[in-house]
């Protein structure tokens, strides 16, 4: 591992990056990047920590690179002469944007008008940039910028690790919570220490060079830097509920929402998703009405859609989520509400290591509801509650427009980034639809060289031959059916849908499992399934046995009329 400390620059970067992906061994993992992590500068390291975290900038950092592939794909046209044919080939062989470009490098000493070799903190600058373009010419810097940054590049997997992090598609088996780690280990730190001041600093970068000088107390709490999302793990509908043990559990309902962050310092609130995008603009009654709660506070919560005090289906929220200054009508016609259900900060401390129940204490102390901010009621379980029991609370929890149940361990810490055992959810499909598939793509990663993704579609009529897509789906299927489907497709298909999609006959027929049916302009059909799932194939039912767009007019009207709603 000595060669990776000796290594500079962004070559430095990808090499210690290929490193660590080259083992499945965490431990490995971060001992390998702890190494690269202890041979840089200050400024380096903070760059450094930062992209292998995942993040291009800081993870508080609100502004978006906004690059995508095609952008990234003219770029390397104009730098390197490559032709659409032969990316469209590097990309089907390895399935990674950035290991295709890579490829295209023209050699180690390339000569450039940019003749200083790129380095993580030059490159941290470069993306800086990017993030700042604005105005109507911001397309066109952005395309100048990404052509320098390609044009400095002198190796292949130096520019394929530039195009990884340009994208956010790192894929080296790090999580934020193995780069602390590595960070602990390089400077010889508490890894405790070090997680608190990343949840209190918002930029893993930050944390490194701290770690490194031995200031890990002087990161104080920032209100106005989201931290990660605490997140539950699924449990199946109707088993025995042995993940409950005999715990003490509270449950509330599952919403049908947006998740949310809340930070609010004196009177001024801010918003922000999972994503870490600010939406406070965008709900503006949401940040009014928890401007009257009791300090400073961080919460987490859902913000949904919601009249008379009841919760609507996400659909109608969906006309708020593009919206960034809604007008008065749009207010009065779909208003929102942050249903809170968590504490992680009050005042300048963190609350995260404090039981769910001393959290909820705190919330219900500091929340001031009124008709656009309320806590989520909760039901506390001393054991486990029977299979009977949780599907009554279940059944009721859909009564009231909801998408199921949420069971938490009383006595679980919050846990920023982390799906683990302490928070389950527990929903059921709406239904299945029996459809066939129209197309396929390529997928990514270790499913690169298979096709993986199906998108599907369902009968105009029972007397139609006409097909309508309805959406697409890429998990269910075990690898082993992908592989056999594969074969099948490519010698099946109809000619492109695009740069990594085909169409294909439509012989083959999946059963999908979805959560929601909702009104879409996206396909033909006229409805979209929202998180739809492959049950499994179905070579049982032939084509024209599938179901038609009648079946799925006739599940969105159940639906509608579970959920009390008058269109």
């Keep these: 591992?000595?060669?990776?400390?000796?290594?500079?620059?962004?070559?430095?970067?990808?090499?210690?990056?290929?490193?660590?992906?080259?083992?499945?061994?965490?431990?490995?993992?971060?001992?390998?990047?702890?190494?690269?992590?202890?041979?840089?500068?200050?400024?380096?390291?903070?760059?450094?920590?930062?992209?292998?975290?995942?993040?291009?900038?800081?993870?508080?950092?609100?502004?978006?690179?906004?690059?995508?592939?095609?952008?990234?794909?003219?770029?390397?046209?104009?730098?390197?002469g490559i032709d659409q044919a032969a990316l469209s080939l590097a990309y089907r062989e390895t399935g990674d944007l950035?290991?295709?470009?890579?490829?295209?490098?023209?050699?180690?000493?390339?000569?450039?008008?940019?003749?200083?070799?790129?380095?993580?903190?030059?490159?941290?600058?470069?993306?800086?940039?990017?993030?700042s373009a604005s105005g109507r010419s911001a397309g066109k810097q952005r395309e100048l910028l990404c052509e320098r940054i390609l044009r400095s590049c002198r190796e292949e997997r130096e520019a394929a690790y530039a195009v990884k992090?340009?994208?956010?598609?790192?894929r080296i088996g790090l999580r934020e919570g193995l780069v602390l780690e590595a960070i602990a280990g390089a400077f010889e730190r508490d890894v405790a220490g070090v997680r608190r001041a990343a949840m209190a600093a918002g930029d893993v970068g930050a944390v490194a060079v701290a770690a490194r000088n031995g200031a890990l107390e002087q990161i104080e709490l920032h209100y106005g830097r989201p931290i990660g999302f605490m997140l539950a793990s699924p449990i199946a509908f109707g088993s025995s509920y042995r993940e409950l043990g005999d715990r003490k559990w509270i449950v509330e309902d599952?919403?049908?929402?947006?998740?949310?962050?809340?930070?609010?310092?004196?009177?001024?609130?801010?918003?922000?998703?999972r994503t870490f995008s600010e939406i406070s603009r965008a709900f503006p009654e949401v940040a009014s009405a928890l401007a009257g709660s009791d300090g400073d506070l961080i919460l987490d919560g859902e913000i949904?859609?919601?009249?008379?005090?009841?919760?609507?289906?996400?659909?109608?929220?969906?006309?708020?989520?593009?919206?960034?200054d809604p007008s008065a009508q749009l207010l009065a016609q779909t208003p929102a509400a942050f249903v809170?259900?968590?504490?992680?900060?009050?005042?300048?401390?963190?609350?995260?290591?404090?039981?769910?129940?001393?959290?909820?204490?705190?919330l219900v102390e500091r929340v001031r509801e009124n008709d656009h901010a309320i806590v989520s009621p909760w039901l506390e379980l001393e054991v486990a509650a029977s299979p009977a029991r949780l599907a009554a609370l279940y059944e009721a929890a859909r009564e009231r427009g909801n998408e199921g149940l949420m069971l938490k361990r009383a006595d679980a810490p919050y846990l920023p980034g982390r799906r683990g055992k302490w928070?389950?959810?527990?929903?059921?499909?709406?239904?299945?639809?029996?459809?066939?598939v129209v197309g396929v793509e390529w997928g990514h990663g270790k499913r690169n060289k298979v096709l993986s993704d199906y998108t599907f579609a369902?009968?105009?009529?029972?007397?139609?031959?006409?097909?309508?897509?309805?959406?697409?789906?890429?998990?269910?299927?075990?690898?082993?059916?992908?592989?056999?489907?594969?074969?099948?497709?490519?010698?099946?298909?109809?000619?492109?849908?695009?740069?990594?999609?085909?169409?294909?006959?439509?012989?083959?027929?999946?059963?999908?499992?979805?959560?929601?049916?909702?009104?879409?302009?996206?396909?033909?059909s006229g409805f979209a399934l929202r998180f739809p799932r492959i049950v499994r194939l179905r070579p049982d039912k032939r084509p024209d046995e599938i179901d038609t767009l009648e079946s799925v007019r006739r599940i969105y009207a159940e639906m509608l009329g579970r959920e009390g709603v008058v269109q």
Excluded at 165 to 170: A, K, M, P, V
Excluded at 304 to 324: E, S
Excluded at 347 to 358: K, M, P, V, Y
């Design 1 to 80: 591992m000595g060669s990776l400390a000796d290594a500079v620059g962004m070559i430095g970067f990808a090499r210690a990056c290929d490193a660590v992906a080259a083992t499945t061994a965490k431990s490995v993992k971060v001992e390998r990047l702890g190494c690269y992590l202890s041979s840089l500068d200050e400024e380096d390291l903070a760059a450094a920590a930062r992209f292998c975290s995942g993040y291009p900038l800081p993870a508080s950092d609100t502004r978006k690179l906004a690059i995508g592939g095609r952008t990234l794909a003219s770029a390397a046209r104009r730098v390197w």
């Design 98 to 131: 950035g290991d295709a470009l890579g490829r295209f490098v023209r050699g180690p000493n390339a000569p450039s008008l940019f003749d200083a070799p790129l380095t993580p903190a030059s490159f941290a600058q470069l993306l800086d940039e990017v993030a």
């Design 165 to 170: 992090i340009l994208t956010g598609e790192l």
């Design 254 to 273: 599952k919403y049908d929402g947006i998740r949310v962050q809340a930070h609010k310092t004196g009177s001024s609130v801010r918003l922000f998703t």
């Design 304 to 324: 949904v859609a919601r009249r008379d005090g009841r919760v609507l289906p996400f659909r109608y929220l969906q006309t708020r989520l593009q919206r960034v």
């Design 340 to 362: 809170a259900f968590d504490a992680i900060a009050a005042n300048q401390h963190f609350l995260l290591e404090r039981t769910l129940t001393e959290r909820r204490a705190e």
């Design 423 to 436: 928070w389950l959810k527990l929903k059921r499909e709406l239904t299945t639809l029996d459809v066939v």
């Design 458 to 524: 369902v009968r105009a009529a029972a007397d139609s031959d006409e097909l309508l897509p309805i959406g697409k789906a890429y998990s269910g299927l075990t690898d082993a059916e992908i592989l056999q489907m594969t074969g099948w497709f490519l010698e099946h298909q109809r000619g492109p849908l695009g740069a990594h999609a085909l169409a294909v006959e439509p012989s083959v027929v999946i059963e999908v499992a979805f959560d929601v049916v909702a009104p879409s302009t996206l396909h033909a």
